[in-house]
């Protein structure tokens, strides 16, 4: 019987669209133009937008070859009851710190990569994820759009003209960024302390006595392992969510990818 | 400092719009399933998203309670990616409050609160993109979204801004015309004809209100033809899937 409800299979279970984030003709939420990048992600009712802003800003004096990437994530009061306007509250301040943590971890980003010119110029991204529809799984929902939308940045050339020192800005000429590894994040919600429960609705998350939420990369690895307490786990049973982690991850690289292909060049 | 060209020999905008013409508008309603009422609008390239939770038992203090009838409480917020600049703060600053204050006023006038004595009607509306006409494409969502929400209102509330080129009424600014001229924003009960708001900034002479007036109105009653037909197709789909 445990067995039967031990996990569920996402893809029969939900629903789960990855929406593309540039629309030839009426579908519903457009590519945001004012953004660098922007993707829309929906797993069942959550539905999660992240826009990416590329500015630029002189590099810190220890790291004079790095940029930085800030990420934020936001929770309004208009995606769901409980949460109440005002400063971010525990869940958006843990969410945004996780989202760092996957991007530090993972490093699909390099730093490196961002600089322009050592100790004088580098790119800050921000990326703003904002929940717009909260059913639960969040974490999930916000790494995706984040990878999402970082697929989807376009970058301008910039050149630091030698004479004036001043940097330029080249709009018509713009390079995407290289992302070097994909981190995919599984959330499992624990029930009972034996059953888990895979991408969890609101409902089931408060019901839940625990959860788990796993980062795998690319070649099978594992990039982090979040159990922010809750009820004990067998290393037994987190082995078996590693592995259905690695397996989601197969699922979702291969859904980014046809989007990203899908998406017509601007 | 030459004033832009706004309207060229022939008679079209910047943008090629003649000068009663509307940006194009798509809308949708019912987007989200958590909250109570949902729409999604875009007016050109602005888009806004509107959200009602209500009306449901006062949150917060009790005191604030109106025992005759329900507090609408507005929220306004744009996104931090929704400018051509990063936006520092998305709510909380004076812009934000002072728009959700006016999203409040007018949609007091419009929904029938004294069916509702003692509890709280909550409207957001999020920018996601920023491209002129902000407060009307709030206003329009947030039309919407009250009525997929189900609650009562004396009638639509369309909102659209106007300028005038020398002796042109232009409706639906974009923000390349909103430099030069008067600016009208004019929020509308369209069956009524009965003005919820009306904000006028810059110098105009009284003669030449009428004419702004008038095409705000125009511009405002073409938008509720289109928002009804919205409604109406909504209702259709609602109803074709829990019939039968």
Known sequence: MATAFKTVEPLEYYRRFLKENCRPDGRELGSITTADGSALVKLGNTTVICGIKAELAAPAVDSANKGYIVPNVELPSLCSTRFRSGPPGEEAQAASQFIADVIENSQMIAKEDLCIANGKLAWVLYCDIICLDYDGNILDASAFALLAALKNVQLPSVTINEETGLSEVNLKQKNPLIIRKHPVATSFAIFDDTLLIVDPTAEEEDLATGTVTIVTDDEDRLCSVHKPGGSPLTGAKLQDCITRAITRHKEVKKLIDKVIKSIKPK | ?244
């Not at chain 2, 109570?36 to 449901?56: C, F, M, R």
């Not at chain 2, 004595?117 to 947030?142: F, T």
């Open chain 2, 1 to 244: 400092m030459a004033a832009p060209e706004l309207l060229s020999d022939e008679g079209y905008r910047a943008d090629g719009r003649r000068p009663a013409e509307l940006r194009k508008v798509r809308a949708r309603m019912g987007v989200f399933a958590q909250a109570d009422g949902s729409a999604y609008i875009e007016q050109g390239n602005t888009k806004a998203l509107a959200v009602v939770y209500g009306p449901h038992e006062m949150r917060g203090s009790r005191s604030k309670a109106l025992p005759d009838r329900a507090l609408v409480n507005c929220q306004y917020s744009m996104a931090t990616f929704s400018t051509g600049e990063r936006r520092r703060r998305p709510h909380g600053d004076r812009q934000a409050g002072e728009l959700a204050l006016h999203l409040k006023q007018t949609f007091e006038a419009a929904i029938l609160t004294h069916l509702y004595p003692r509890s709280q009607i909550d409207i957001y509306v999020q920018i996601l993109q920023a491209d002129g006409g902000n407060y009307c494409a709030c206003v329009n969502a947030a039309t919407l979204a009250v009525m997929d929400a189900g609650i009562p209102m004396r009638d639509y509330v369309c909102a659209c801004s106007a300028g005038l080129a020398e002796d042109t009424p232009l409706a639906d600014r974009s923000p390349e015309e909103a430099a030069g001229g008067p600016r009208l924003v004019l929020a509308l009960l369209p069956a009524s004809g009965q003005i919820a708001l009306l904000q006028l900034s810059a110098r105009l002479h009284q003669e030449r209100l009428e004419a702004a007036l008038e095409a705000a109105g125009q511009a405002c009653r073409a938008l509720h033809a289109v928002l009804d037909r919205v409604v109406r197709d909504r209702l259709r789909e609602v109803t074709a899937l829990l019939g039968d």
